[in-house]
């Protein structure tokens, strides 16, 4: 951004806002929201939809066994431990929780987790996971986020790796939920698939779109123009996908199926391409990524000096 006569000059590749726009000095929360209304346009609308998630939910957990994405949980687990964030006192609302990858950690650690998501899939995994670990106290709800509605409020409301990051609208929800304390994991910038990049331009003819609707910097300068001051931290790392060929087919087919449902033909050139780099019959994938992790403690916002009365003035 360039500064010009007190204003600010914001320009973002990608974006149609008439090439130069100009905003006040202090960018306001009306600023963001439109900003990442404009960038997100309709892309996440097919994310929303639990049979897309559903397609996913039986590859979803493959991450877990790759050391730089525990290392990003379990470096997350560490800081709500710190700040306060988990207690045996506070109910956990986790958005869009997939199948429970940080759910079934934060539950020892607090009084209930409530886990959210949309798709059936990725629930019914998560309780598989939570028969097999003995813990109790998670409570899934199957919702549609845009329609769930409840009188409780949480201790943490935490979000992860969701299209739902994508409007500053459910933003607003999140720390209306929130008593305290809301969590964001989301990505910084960078996702680079070499593979996936060459699959889906022989199929779908044309690069894929890097246009980050949902980065983490966007929701921090948002939260930022509220008056929040939010922890941030980042996590650079090499996410490795080893699978059997016609695993790593099927979560490839996935991602493809996003922009539309694939031919027969197209699926087998994606099987092609798989056997082409096999080996021992396992395919090895490797995603470049930078996620951002934020930590927002509404109490924070309420200052500890005593009012001007009391100060003399």
């Not at 998501?117 to 813990?135: A, P, V």
């Amino acid at each position: 951004m360039a500064k010009k006569d007190n204003f600010l000059v914001c320009r973002y590749k990608g974006v149609n806002m008439n090439d130069k726009t100009e905003y006040p000095h202090h960018l306001t929360p009306d600023f963001w929201k439109d900003f990442s209304r404009r960038l997100a346009g309709d892309s996440g609308h097919k994310y929303l939809k639990g049979d897309c998630w559903d397609k996913a939910a039986s590859t979803y957990d493959d991450l877990e066994v790759c050391s730089d994405y525990m290392y990003q949980v379990n470096t997350i687990m560490k800081a709500l431990k710190k700040h306060g964030a988990l207690s045996q006192d506070q109910n956990v609302l986790d958005v869009a929780c997939g199948t429970g990858t940080y759910a079934l950690r934060m539950a020892p650690h607090c009084r209930e987790v409530v886990a959210l998501d949309i798709s059936e899939g990725m629930l019914n995994r998560l309780k598989e996971k939570q028969i097999k670990t003995g813990i109790q106290n998670v409570r899934t709800i199957q919702a549609d986020w845009h329609h769930f509605s409840c009188d409780e409020r949480f201790g943490l409301v935490f979000v992860s790796m969701t299209p739902l990051l994508q409007s500053m609208d459910n933003i607003d929800r999140f720390l209306e939920y929130s008593d305290r304390f809301l969590a964001i994991v989301c990505w910084a910038g960078i996702k680079e698939n070499p593979i996936l990049d060459r699959l889906h331009e022989e199929i779908h003819g044309e690069k894929r779109d890097r246009r980050y609707r949902s980065d983490i910097i966007i929701l921090f300068n948002y939260l930022y123009s509220m008056g929040y001051a939010p922890e941030l931290k980042f996590f650079h790392g090499c996410w490795e996908r080893a699978r059997p060929v016609d695993r790593q087919v099927e979560g490839l087919i996935w991602q493809l199926e996003t922009i539309r449902p694939l031919k027969d033909k197209e699926k087998d050139l994606v099987k092609k391409r798989m056997m082409e780099i096999e080996q021992d019959g396992i395919v090895r994938i490797y995603t470049k990524v930078r996620i951002g992790f934020m930590l927002i403690d509404k109490k924070k916002n309420e200052f500890p000096c005593p009012p001007l009365r009391d100060q003399g003035l």
